[in-house]
C-alpha cells in the first residue's frame, strides 16, 4: 500500500494533515528530534495524537533521530519504553547505539531508519534489515536506479523517500555549519540554516569585505532549491518506494493542508489510473504556497543545478485568514490568523466538495464578548459568522 507521510509539528498541524489526506505523519517530542524549534509534541500531546490517528486509522511516527551522547542514553531509554506504552507506530532512529537501546527496552516498537543516517546503498539496507528495522528511509541523494536496485536487493524492506520540501546542501543533513557558526548542532537538532544567509570575504591585512558573487544573481551559493516531485510518483512506487515524504514541521497548517491536498490527489488519481491525470494542475497549487525555486534534485542522477541564488522565496499566493473550529447550520466559529473584514471575498480550502469555493464576509461576531464588528484584527482570537458555503470543522478560509 502506497503512503502519503506528512509532517506535524503540533497536535493541530496533526490533526490538519490527517484530515487532508495523510495516511501517517511523523512528529517530534520535546527530546531526540531533529527540529528543536518546531512546538513539538508533549507526552500528553504524543499519546492524544497516536489515539486520535488511529480512530482514523491512520498511523503516527516519532522522530528521535539525533545523534545521541551518552548523557541521553537512561532518558532515550524511557522515552522508548512510552512510546511502546502510547501504541507509536514507529520510531525514526540514525544511531546504531539508539537503536540498539530501542530494541533491548521497546522490543515491540516498530523501527525506521531515518534518513539522517545516509543509507545510500543495498548492503546497508540488508545491514538494517539483520538488525529487525522495517523500513528505511533513502538518503535524498539517489536515483531512481540506485532506489530499484536496492528494493531488488532487499524486497522485504520498506523503502520511504522524501517527494517535497526544503533540502539541505550538506549530504543528507550531515552539516557541521550550524555548530562552527552558532554552537547549535544540526545533528543535535539545533540547526540555524547558516547555509540561507548570504555571505561575504574579507580581506584580513585590510578588514576590507568584498562581496562573493556565485554569479551576477547573488551571493547565495549554498541555499538549496525545494524539492518537488510530484510528476514522479508513479516512477517512484514502480522504484520500489511505499512512503511518499514532504517535509516541514516547523511550516504552517496552512501549508501543510495545500501540499497534502496536491500530492493526495496525485496519489489517488496514480492508484485508481495507473497515471497522474492532473499533475500540472496540482503543481499550479504548489505554487500558490511559499517556496524556493523547486528541483527534482538528483532523481534523475547528478544535478548541478540544485542551487537557489536567490534570498527571497516566492511568497505565498493566498493569506492563511482562519481555521474552522465548528459548525452549526449556516452560523461557523473559527480562529482568525490574519486579519479580514466584512465585505473580503475568502477562499476554501478543503478536501471536500467546497475546496475552491468563494464567498463575501458579511458581520462578524466576536465570541469574547458577542459585540459585532466588521474587522477581525484580533490575532488567533475566535469569531463567528454566516457562511453560505457548508463548511466542516478542519477547513482552512483563505484570500
Given at each position: 500500500?502506497?503512503?502519503?507521510?506528512?509532517?506535524?509539528?503540533?497536535?493541530?498541524?496533526?490533526?490538519?494533515?490527517?484530515?487532508?489526506?495523510?495516511?501517517?505523519?511523523?512528529?517530534?517530542?520535546?527530546?531526540?528530534?531533529?527540529?528543536a524549534?518546531?512546538?513539538?509534541?508533549?507526552?500528553?500531546?504524543?499519546?492524544?495524537?497516536?489515539?486520535?490517528?488511529?480512530?482514523?486509522?491512520?498511523?503516527?511516527?516519532?522522530?528521535?533521530n539525533?545523534?545521541a551522547?551518552?548523557?541521553?542514553?537512561?532518558?532515550?531509554?524511557?522515552?522508548f519504553?512510552?512510546?511502546?506504552?502510547?501504541?507509536?507506530?514507529a520510531?525514526?532512529?540514525?544511531?546504531?547505539?539508539?537503536?540498539?537501546?530501542?530494541?533491548?527496552?521497546?522490543?515491540?516498537?516498530?523501527?525506521?531508519?531515518?534518513?539522517?543516517?545516509?543509507?545510500?546503498?543495498?548492503?546497508?539496507v540488508?545491514?538494517?534489515?539483520?538488525?529487525?528495522?522495517?523500513?528505511?528511509v533513502?538518503?535524498?541523494?539517489?536515483?531512481?536506479?540506485?532506489?530499484?536496485?536496492?528494493?531488488?536487493?532487499?524486497?522485504?524492506?520498506?523503502?520511504?523517500a522524501?517527494?517535497h520540501?526544503?533540502?539541505?546542501?550538506?549530504?543528507?543533513?550531515?552539516?557541521?555549519?550550524?555548530?562552527?557558526?552558532s554552537?547549535?548542532?544540526?545533528?543535535?537538532?539545533?540547526?540555524?540554516?547558516?547555509?540561507?544567509?548570504?555571505?561575504?570575504?574579507?580581506?584580513?591585512?585590510?578588514?576590507?569585505?568584498?562581496?562573493?558573487?556565485?554569479?551576477?544573481?547573488?551571493?547565495?551559493?549554498?541555499?538549496?532549491?525545494?524539492?518537488?516531485?510530484?510528476?514522479?510518483?508513479?516512477?517512484?512506487?514502480?522504484?520500489?518506494?511505499?512512503?511518499?515524504?514532504?517535509?516541514?514541521?516547523?511550516?504552517?497548517?496552512?501549508?501543510?493542508?495545500?501540499v497534502?491536498?496536491?500530492?493526495?490527489?496525485?496519489?489517488?488519481?496514480?492508484?485508481?489510473?495507473?497515471?497522474?491525470?492532473?499533475?500540472?494542475?496540482?503543481n499550479?497549487?504548489?505554487?500558490?504556497?511559499?517556496?524556493?525555486?523547486?528541483?527534482?534534485?538528483?532523481?534523475?542522477?547528478?544535478?548541478?543545478h540544485?542551487?537557489?541564488?536567490?534570498?527571497?522565496?516566492?511568497?505565498?499566493?493566498?493569506?492563511?485568514?482562519?481555521?474552522?473550529l465548528?459548525?452549526?447550520g449556516?452560523?461557523?466559529?473559527?480562529?482568525?490568523?490574519?486579519?479580514?473584514?466584512?465585505?473580503?471575498?475568502?477562499?476554501?480550502?478543503?478536501?471536500?466538495?467546497?475546496?475552491?469555493?468563494?464567498f463575501?464576509?458579511?458581520?462578524?461576531?466576536?465570541?469574547?464578548?458577542d459585540?459585532?464588528?466588521?474587522?477581525?484584527?484580533?490575532?488567533?482570537?475566535?469569531?463567528?459568522?454566516?457562511?453560505?458555503?457548508?463548511?466542516?470543522v478542519?477547513?482552512i478560509?483563505?484570500?
Amino acid at each position: 500500500m502506497l503512503e502519503l507521510l506528512m509532517p506535524a509539528g503540533n497536535l493541530k498541524k496533526l490533526h490538519t494533515a490527517l484530515r487532508f489526506g495523510a495516511d501517517a505523519v511523523y512528529v517530534g517530542g520535546k527530546s531526540f528530534s531533529l527540529r528543536a524549534f518546531a512546538d513539538n509534541f508533549s507526552r500528553d500531546d504524543l499519546a492524544e495524537g497516536v489515539r486520535y490517528a488511529h480512530s482514523l486509522g491512520k498511523k503516527v511516527y516519532v522522530t528521535a533521530n539525533i545523534f545521541a551522547k551518552n548523557s541521553d542514553l537512561d532518558e532515550a531509554a524511557d522515552y522508548f519504553v512510552f512510546l511502546e506504552s502510547i501504541g507509536a507506530d514507529a520510531v525514526l532512529i540514525s544511531d546504531l547505539g539508539l537503536l540498539a537501546l530501542c530494541r533491548e527496552k521497546a522490543p515491540n516498537l516498530t523501527i525506521h531508519i531515518s534518513t539522517q543516517a545516509n543509507t545510500t546503498n543495498a548492503m546497508t539496507v540488508k545491514f538494517f534489515e539483520s538488525l529487525g528495522v522495517k523500513r528505511v528511509v533513502l538518503s535524498r541523494e539517489l536515483g531512481l536506479e540506485e532506489m530499484r536496485e536496492i528494493h531488488a536487493a532487499v524486497p522485504d524492506m520498506e523503502l520511504e523517500a522524501f517527494v517535497h520540501g526544503a533540502m539541505c546542501v550538506s549530504y543528507s543533513g550531515r552539516c557541521l555549519l550550524s555548530s562552527y557558526f552558532s554552537e547549535r548542532s544540526s545533528n543535535r537538532g539545533e540547526c540555524v540554516q547558516p547555509c540561507r544567509w548570504q555571505y561575504r570575504l574579507t580581506e584580513t591585512e585590510r578588514d576590507v569585505a568584498v562581496d562573493v558573487e556565485e554569479d551576477e544573481r547573488g551571493t547565495y551559493f549554498m541555499n538549496s532549491c525545494d524539492l518537488r516531485l510530484l510528476p514522479r510518483l508513479p516512477e517512484l512506487a514502480e522504484a520500489g518506494i511505499c512512503s511518499f515524504k514532504v517535509e516541514g514541521r516547523m511550516k504552517s497548517e496552512y501549508y501543510v493542508a495545500t501540499v497534502a491536498t496536491a500530492y493526495r490527489r496525485a496519489l489517488d488519481e496514480y492508484i485508481r489510473y495507473g497515471e497522474i491525470k492532473n499533475a500540472d494542475k496540482y503543481n499550479e497549487l504548489l505554487e500558490t504556497i511559499s517556496h524556493r525555486a523547486y528541483t527534482e534534485a538528483f532523481l534523475d542522477g547528478e544535478n548541478t543545478h540544485t542551487i537557489s541564488l536567490e534570498k527571497e522565496r516566492t511568497q505565498e499566493k493566498y493569506k492563511f485568514t482562519a481555521t474552522v473550529l465548528s459548525v452549526d447550520g449556516n452560523r461557523v466559529t473559527v480562529e482568525m490568523r490574519n486579519r479580514f473584514r466584512s465585505g473580503d471575498t475568502l477562499t476554501v480550502l478543503s478536501p471536500d466538495e467546497t475546496n475552491g469555493m468563494t464567498f463575501e464576509m458579511g458581520a462578524i461576531t466576536h465570541c469574547a464578548d458577542d459585540s459585532v464588528t466588521d474587522d477581525a484584527k484580533l490575532v488567533q482570537h475566535v469569531y463567528s459568522f454566516e457562511c453560505p458555503i457548508p463548511l466542516s470543522v478542519g477547513d482552512i478560509l483563505v484570500q
